[in-house]
């Protein structure tokens, strides 16, 4: 029998609609509509698209039905912390704000004088960076106050689900993200939200992934000549759907890497740790597909990468990323180093200068060529890695053995060789749509037709051709020395 699926996944930089087809015990995938997704500026303020995202999504329905009319479900993954406020009618209150948008700046200083960093990770357990939506939220509260009379507040994969079925719920794993949720019991934290002066009845249920939530409403059945197709809440944040389609070996100890703008190095565990040497290291305790908690920390991946190529291409100079790694692979290794989640890279006007800059600020010297620059980044990227598996190992008392790594990152060939010699374990590098993937391994479970998290992992190894990147040795010497100097940068 064959099983179809439609996956949305909508990333910060583009989405897609993928139908997933599981016949013979294996998976095979079939991209319907792609399309562009970015922040709209207005007033000086970052905001997303949601009314466009919602006729995208239907065009990629429209699409789907017109290949594989016998859909057995949808489900939407998208990045995590943004929300959308509706009023009692259904309609957003304003655009969703963008995660970068400097509305947050100084936003968690503020937060902690009602409730102390170490407090709100004790609670929540999660990475402290401004843009979560615990800060967002302050700061929308102290902006426009209207906007929580009579609202109720949906994760973007929630409000678009809610579009097209109509019912009002958070998953489990995209509600995490937001820093608002008790680690342990994985449903509001009521002292969080009192301390703040977030009120709880915006907030809806919690449910969890691999979960059918409604049907597609009749409006919409009747705009597309549809039928009721079921709508699932699967791993709702992209993460979490990522993670689940990793390939993850039963004879060794893994972690994982989710590698796209953000990469997301972690470990799959049954419970949070809310130590604070987790809270130092800026480890996040995030929530996983069947409920297992991604222990794992945030860095600004590809992000330093597009940026540089989107300021090259908006001057002129068309450049494709694998040109990009050409230039870098002609350079000399290791001479300049950055720490890729410095304040300076979150949202730069022209990421080349922020690199430039802060490689004199930090007493390294001046680079004079885009070789160099992008081989900074390369080796920085991967510094980061070792640094943080080596962190993670020691917290969770583990060796790991091999790094999985998945999603459009693992295209690049260079970084995985890199990140192999320098953290010196073996590198399994795909399937490179693991988010859709996990995607459609949640809606698999949530009609049955897989038994579970381990049976959609042993599908993924069927369907999909990994690469396997050993380190060399001969490096290991050279990355051991830069790891010295990168765990001293700002």
């Not at 130590?275 to 800026?282: E, G, H, L, M, T």
């Not at 794992?296 to 100079?317: D, H, T, V």
């Not at 922020?354 to 070789?371: F, K, P």
């Amino acid at each position: 029998m064959t099983h179809t699926y439609l996956a949305f996944d909508l990333g910060a930089s583009s989405g897609r609609a993928i139908i997933g087809k599981i016949t013979d015990g294996k998976l095979h995938l079939d991209e319907v509509h792609r399309f562009v997704n970015g922040s709209v500026e207005g007033d000086g303020t970052l905001y997303w698209d949601f009314p466009a995202l919602c006729e995208e999504i239907k065009t990629g329905l429209r699409k789907a039905l017109a290949i594989a009319p016998e859909i057995s479900s949808i489900a939407i993954d998208t990045w995590g912390v943004d929300y959308v406020l509706f009023n009692q009618a259904g309609e957003a209150v304003r655009l969703p704000y963008h995660y970068r948008d400097s509305r947050t700046d100084g936003v968690p200083e503020e937060v902690f004088s009602l409730i102390t960093e170490e407090e709100l990770y004790g609670e929540a357990g999660i990475q402290l960076m401004q843009l979560n939506t615990v800060y967002q939220l302050y700061a929308h509260k102290q902006a426009h106050p209207e906007d929580f009379t009579g609202s109720t507040l949906l994760f973007m994969p929630d409000a678009l689900t809610y579009m097209l079925c109509g019912v009002e719920s958070c998953e489990y794993s995209i509600a995490s993200t937001s820093n608002m949720l008790n680690a342990v019991t994985g449903k509001w934290s009521e002292k969080i939200l009192t301390k703040l002066g977030i009120p709880q009845d915006i907030l809806p249920e919690i449910v969890d992934s691999c979960t059918q939530a409604g049907t597609l409403t009749p409006e919409i059945q009747q705009e597309l000549g549809c039928s009721a197709i079921p709508v699932v809440k699967v791993g709702a944040h992209d993460t979490a759907s990522a993670v689940a389609a990793v390939p993850a070996p039963n004879d060794r100890a893994w972690a994982y890497l989710s590698c796209g703008t953000w990469a997301l190095l972690g470990a799959e565990t049954d419970k949070p740790l809310l130590v604070d040497a987790a809270r130092k290291a800026s480890f996040t305790n995030e929530g996983g597909v069947g409920g297992k908690i991604r222990f794992l920390s945030n860095i600004m991946g590809s992000w330093l990468f597009q940026e540089i190529r989107r300021n090259w291409n908006a001057a002129g100079r068309n450049i494709s990323f694998m040109e990009m790694e050409k230039l870098a692979q002609a350079a000399k290794p290791l001479q300049f180093i950055v720490n890729p989640n410095h304040s300076s890279f979150l949202a730069p006007d022209d990421m080349k200068n922020a690199v430039i800059a802060y490689c004199r600020e930090t007493g390294q010297g001046e680079i004079t060529d885009d070789g160099t620059l992008l081989r900074s980044v390369y080796d920085s990227l991967v510094l980061c890695f070792r640094m943080k598996l080596e962190q993670m190992q020691q917290l969770v008392e583990e060796c790991y053995q091999c790094l999985n790594i998945v999603g459009g990152g693992t295209k690049d060939r260079m970084l995985m060789q890199l990140s192999a010699d320098c953290l010196g374990i073996p590198v399994v590098a795909g399937p490179v749509e693991a988010t859709a993937i996990g995607n459609i391994i949640g809606q698999a479970i949530a009609e049955g037709s897989l038994a579970g998290l381990e049976a959609g992992r042993e599908l993924v190894k069927t369907s999909f051709e990994l690469d396997e990147y050993m380190p060399d040795p001969e490096y290991k010497t050279a990355w051991d020395a830069a790891l010295e100097k990168f765990i001293t940068l700002p």
